[in-house]
């Protein structure tokens, strides 16, 4: 999408529309969700209170009291109770404000939240909507569990509705798209935001602490999993999204309320998987193992993809029974690929995808083995969609222990946020365990179209040993792709067993010196803790 064109003025700070469904609430909480509005820096605004049939009086009359003591404040009293979708959709309907921003009839809004999405839509015009960090109030008034959230990433969006509160869309795009629809109460923001976002110029997050979201017993915000009824209506909003952008997949409902979208990979894709190798062994749980056969023969026996070659690049000191048992186990699925340099991985790989066929690549180390099944399938399947340019596996140790889920660049660092964290880590919000946007992967286990690769020109042979694969995500990223990290394929990874760890500070500073120096990493905020810049991101 295009940015706003240079010169042009921006326009005036919009009035926003705060849409407050009501139903039954504790009196003492409704009061101070709407005085949280009243107590905004930011005074344009108008508060809609949707009163849905609540069954206790005390609810309309305080409605009443806060409308009679200002102006802004309009209440809407519904005849029958029509559940928070028809609530809802009452406010958008009586909605005057350019802008809508949702809030609960027991949540807390922070007294800067209208004033900073302000700034946002003043400074960034074609902005359509704003999410922003949250966190959550306990049953003693407590404040905890700060969710710092990453900046827009459309593929965890799919997996959970990460964008939650607060969240502020453009009224008319809402109004466009049919507003809240029938029959996903429960679920009704995530359908909402899915649908906004898909047609949205452009998304913004403000990494602040905007939205305080209350813990009751009983509530979604202490519990994902306490209205069950949600997790279907939720499934069935990615479901929709899913069948709306073409992607081919099945949405179902995983743990903890997340969903996962197991996407099908086109018969007809060949793929090459690419590795290079001289054939080494090791001890590996108490057994020597010749490596590279050993990852040949679990990648064939882990996927159901039959139209596929495998492409190995080996050093001429390779063993030639190594080569002999290769063959016997790919068979005319084998393509050897010899080469007679000094040691450069980026070289190697770049050989091999040159004489490789196929027009998928997976780009794997011989040092590794597959431990899920259909990982040809998880890896690549996101590779359908146009817009997504790499893609990595999770990676584990001997030990079972995390040894990759994604790379965050921070402060000059390339890091592996949860790098030797159990295997079971979920990590922060279920981000180990989600298909999400990231920075970038590790080169040990990659998924590429092959014009991709080619289009930005392959690994860069300047770096022999290591950063390689810094430098490629950054690639991929300058070229306005998505990297996704597809933690339903899974590899051991037997990190450094082939070739002694190599990390040349030239390396390093070669990338800094191209790509610059990052501040804090857009999709894993957290590492480390630092403040950084608000980023918006065209959709």
């Known amino acids: 999408m295009s940015l706003t064109p240079a010169g042009d003025s921006a326009p005036a700070a919009p009035m926003f529309s705060v849409i407050t469904p009501v139903f039954d609430p504790p009196i003492a909480v409704l009061r101070e ?57 009452d406010g958008v309907g009586a909605a005057r404000g350019e802008f809508l921003a949702l809030l609960d009839h027991d949540d807390v809004l922070s007294p800067q939240a209208l004033q900073l999405n302000a700034g946002v839509i003043t400074r960034r015009p074609q902005v359509d909507y704003v999410y922003s960090d949250e966190d ?17 990433s459309p593929e965890r969006l799919r997996a959970q509705n990460y964008c939650c509160h607060l969240s502020v869309l453009r009224t008319s795009l809402v109004r466009e798209v049919g507003g809240f629809r029938p029959g996903f109460d429960g679920s009704q923001d995530h359908d909402l935001i899915l649908r906004v976002t898909e047609r949205a110029r452009r998304v913004a997050h403000i990494p602040q602490v905007l939205y305080h979201w209350r813990a009751m017993p009983g509530s979604a915000a202490a519990d994902p999993e306490a209205k069950p009824y949600a997790l279907e209506t939720g499934r069935r909003a990615v479901e929709d999204q899913v069948s709306r952008l073409g992607i081919s997949g099945r949405v179902s409902v995983g743990s903890h309320g997340r969903y996962v979208v197991e996407r099908e990979l086109p018969e007809r894709r060949r793929v090459s998987i690419v590795i290079p190798t001289i054939g080494s062994s090791g001890v590996i749980w108490g057994r020597r193992r010749c490596f590279v056969t050993e990852a040949v023969q679990s990648a064939l026996a882990s996927t159901d993809h039959a ?102 660049c921070t402060n000059g660092e390339f890091r592996h946020p ?18 999400r946007e990231v920075s970038g992967v590790t080169g040990a286990c990659v998924g590429i179209r092959r014009e991709v690769f080619l289009e930005l020109g392959g690994l860069c042979e300047q770096l022999p040993n290591s950063f390689n694969d810094v430098d490629f995500s950054y690639k991929v990223r300058a070229a306005g792709k998505r990297i996704l990290m597809m933690p339903r394929c899974e590899l051991f990874h037997f990190e450094t067993q082939t070739r002694k760890a190599v990390r040349n500070d030239w390396e390093m500073r070669f990338v800094r010196d191209r790509w610059g120096v990052a501040g804090r990493d857009p999709f894993t905020p957290e590492y480390p803790d630092m403040p950084r810049p608000l980023r918006d991101r065209p959709v």
């Open 418 to 435: 949860y790098r030797r964290a159990p295997g079971d880590t979920r990590g922060k919000a279920d981000m180990l365990m989600i298909n």
């Open 33 to 89: 969700a709407i005085e949280s509005v009243l107590a905004q820096t930011f005074r344009d605004w108008e508060l809609i209170l949707v009163d849905d049939k609540s069954t206790d009086d005390a609810v309309r009359e305080t409605l009443r009291e806060f409308a009679q003591g200002d102006h802004r404040i309009r209440v809407i009293e519904r005849d029958v109770n029509g559940h928070i979708v028809a609530a809802s959709n």
């Open 136 to 152: 959550l109030i306990g049953p003693d008034g407590r404040r905890y569990g700060a969710f710092k959230k990453p900046d827009w």
């Open 307 to 408: 139209n596929l070659e495998v492409v190995v690049v080996h050093d001429r000191p390779t063993p030639a029974a190594v080569l002999d048992e290769l063959r016997a186990i790919a068979g005319d699925r084998l393509v050897l690929v010899p080469f007679g340099e000094p040691f450069n991985y980026s070289r190697k790989m770049n050989l091999g995808v040159v004489a490789a066929t196929g027009d998928r690549l997976i780009l794997l180390n011989d040092d590794t083995e597959v431990r899920s099944d259909r990982w040809v399938e998880e890896l690549l399947g996101p590779l359908e969609e146009p817009d997504v340019g790499m893609t990595g596996a999770k990676l584990y140790f001997s030990s079972a222990s995390i040894q990759h889920a994604g790379l965050a």
